[in-house]
Each structure stands twice: as C-alpha cells, then as structure tokens.
C-alpha cells in the first residue's frame, strides 16, 4: 500500500530535523570499513529530500557532520570531506532540477577550503529555487552556535546597538545559524541511539522527537513517511490542555 495516502497534507511539519546515523555499523555488518557506510548513504538522502519536496515540507535540515566528529580519525574525516565535495558537485543539477534550495549551518569555516568554495557555489546556485531549503549541517554544534550567537549580542551590547532589556527569544534566533529557519517541527534519528548529540537544541524546544532502529544507509521514503504519520497522530499541546487544542 502506499504509506503516502495516509497523509494528511494539510498538517505536514513544516521543518524536519534528521541526524543520519548508523553508516558505520551499517557497513561493519557487511562486512566492509565504515567509509563504505558513508558512501552507501546518498540513496536515503535523496529519498528523504524527494519525499519531503512530494508531501509539502518546507525545510529538511540533515546532520552530516558535527562538532565532535571532528574528533574521529582522520582517515574518516577526509574521507567525509571529499563525500562532501564529490556529493555536492554531482547533486548541483538535481537540486536545480528539483527546484531545491541548499543551505549550511556550522561552523563553516573549519572545512577544508576546496570543501568551502563547493558549498559556496551550491549555495550561491541555488539561492532563488523555492519548493524547499535543504539544509546540511556540516561542523555543526549547538552550544558551540549558541556561544556564538551569545559573543555577537555582546559585541552589540558593548557598542550599543543592542540594549539588554531588549534582548528577547527573537533576538537569540537571529543571532543563531538558523536565523533564517523556523522552529523544528519533527526530528527523526535513525539506528536506534535515542539522543540528540547537540543538534538543534533551541531550535528544537518544542520539537517532536521520532526514533526509529533503521541504520541510514538503509533508510527509505516509506520509512519517512511511517514518521510523518506517527508525528500526525501526536498531539501537540505546547504547554496548554488537550481540551483548549480539540477546541
Ligand atoms: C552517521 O553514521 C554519519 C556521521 C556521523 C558522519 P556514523 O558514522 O555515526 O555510524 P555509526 O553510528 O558509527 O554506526
Ligand atoms: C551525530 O551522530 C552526528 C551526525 C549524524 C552527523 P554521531 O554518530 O556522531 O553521534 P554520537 O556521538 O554517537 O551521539
Ligand atoms: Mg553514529
């Protein structure tokens, strides 16, 4: 049966967070190196991409590469690198095909140069396609953004620009990397591990958690839509009653 029909189009989230894990466990129980994970896990980057354009999610923010991942071997972390670069070269024409618009949060300047300047010309590309904005976490942090965002607002403190009665919730958003996102409506980590790993943790204050045993290199747009209906049948109060959301 097609899992998409049971979708109610008119409630999809409107940001999906996604932290893609499971690659190396996935290629160890073949019986490969975990770079063969890595590499084996653009199919389900599509897929979610695709299926997401297909049901009307406006933002897809996917986890690629952390803060801490920095801290794997290097052999590894080259080999995301290049992942990275040789990815983005060959997907240029199918984002604009597919009418997508690439975005990157992180801290960006810590990539390798060649690295910097693909992401750039991606970014740069695509920056008026308007169907979705695909986000690629890439050097991502959240308390290293949010130590970020803290040192620009005291920047502005300190030159006036910003008076500190008036700091509020908004002003912390426009300081993140995210300042151009909205709110994460659903959150989706693959292979099993229940945890965040300091991803999006403002922005995901309210978000709606999903956490499925699937490894990533396997996971498929059935697979996301099982999420999609899952976040559909929850019930999101933000703090109020069920009656006052039923209302
Ligand atoms: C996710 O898969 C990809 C990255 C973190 C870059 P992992 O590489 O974390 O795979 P596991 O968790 O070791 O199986
Ligand atoms: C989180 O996965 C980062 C990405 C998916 C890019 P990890 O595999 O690095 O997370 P932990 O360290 O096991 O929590
Ligand atoms: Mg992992």
């Not at 049971?6 to 190396?24: E, F, K, T, W, Y």
């Not at 933002?59 to 590894?76: D, Q």
């Not at 008036?166 to 909205?182: A, D, G, M, Q, V």
């Not at 659903?186 to 945890?195: A, D, K, N, P």
């Amino acid at each position: 049966m097609d899992k998409k029909l049971n979708i109610d189009l008119q409630r999809v989230p409107n940001h999906v967070a996604v932290i893609m894990d499971g690659n190396g466990r996935w290629a160890k129980g073949k019986g490969m190196n975990r770079i063969f994970g890595h590499r084996n896990a653009l199919t389900a980057i599509r897929q979610v991409a695709d299926a997401s354009s297909e049901i009307g999610v406006k933002f897809l923010t996917m986890y690629a590469f952390s803060t801490e991942n920095w801290k794997r071997p290097k052999l590894e972390v080259d080999a995301l690198m290049s992942l990275l670069i040789s990815t983005l070269k060959k997907e240029l024409p199918e984002f604009q095909r597919k009418n997508v618009k690439v975005n990157a949060i992180g801290n960006l300047t810590s990539l390798p140069k060649n690295a910097q300047k693909v992401l750039e010309d991606v970014i740069n590309s695509t920056k008026n396609n308007t169907k979705i904005t695909l986000t690629f976490a890439l050097s991502y942090g959240s308390r290293e953004e949010i130590v970020n965002a803290i040192k620009n607002i005291s920047k502005k403190v300190v030159n006036k620009e910003v008076n500190i009665e008036e700091i509020s919730e908004k002003t912390i958003n426009n300081h993140l990397y995210t300042f151009n996102l909205p709110d994460v409506d659903l959150m989706i980590r693959t292979s099993g591990e229940q945890r965040i790993s300091n991803y999006l943790l403002w922005q995901m204050a309210y978000a709606e958690l999903y956490f499925t045993d699937i490894l990533w290199p396997d996971y498929r747009e059935e697979h996301y839509y099982d999420a999609i209906i899952e976040y559909q049948n929850r019930e999101r109060r933000f703090g109020k009653t069920s009656e006052q959301i039923t209302e």
